[in-house]
């Protein structure tokens, strides 16, 4: 996972898995915070946008760091 992608996912989690909140806590559009959950799904095969996938890509996110 790339750094932009550990951000992502970070903010996820903090804005309750929607895309809106996720983006005003980057500071960035909701269609970038959803191409990079495209590129993670493609990259890892788990998706942002489900509970259990996004509990997974957290603690990924936490090895990263």
Known sequence: LTD???DVINAMAF????V?????????????????IKKIKEDTGLDANDFFDLAKLVKMAEVEE
């Open 4 to 6: 932009k992608q550990c």
């Open 20 to 36: 809106y909140l996720a983006a005003k806590i980057m500071g960035c559009n909701r269609e970038t915070v959803r191409y990079h």
């Open 15 to 18: 804005g309750k898995m929607r």
